[in-house]
Nanobody, 122 residues
């Protein structure tokens, strides 16, 4: 069993930046992808970004390219999401997930964190 804990969420003004982090613990895999998803009130969970084990390849939701950057820490059980130029529509609960493969469908991911709230408001 893998446990994921997100942190770094909070309240930020439009145009501001926020850096989320996620750390995996418990059972580990030899190599696995880590990703970020978000869910706004009344909306379906949507894909944000994902990165492979080595950190050499990353993919993003088309609407977020150029504003969000995903990266892995020196410890491969850690993943970050740098969010820049935040907009009110970015307000959502952001969750970290792990998978052996990278897919944009949320149901394709195996383990999930509890999520961290990101609120973009002036």
């Amino acid at each position: 069993q893998v446990q994921l804990v997100e942190s770094g969420g909070g309240l930020v003004q439009p145009g501001g930046s926020l850096r989320l982090s996620c750390a995996a613990s418990g059972r580990t895999f030899i190599s696995y992808a880590m990703g970020w998803f978000r869910q706004a009130p009344g909306k379906e969970r949507e894909f944000v970004a994902a990165i492979n084990w080595s950190g050499s390849a990353a993919t993003y939701a088309d609407s977020l390219k150029g504003r969000f950057t995903i990266s892995r820490g020196n410890a491969k059980n850690t993943v970050y999401l740098q969010m820049n130029s935040l907009k009110p529509e970015d307000t959502a609960v952001y969750s970290c997930a792990v998978s052996l493969t990278i897919v944009q469908e949320p149901t394709g991911w195996n383990y999930w964190g509890q999520g961290t709230q990101v609120t973009v408001s002036s």
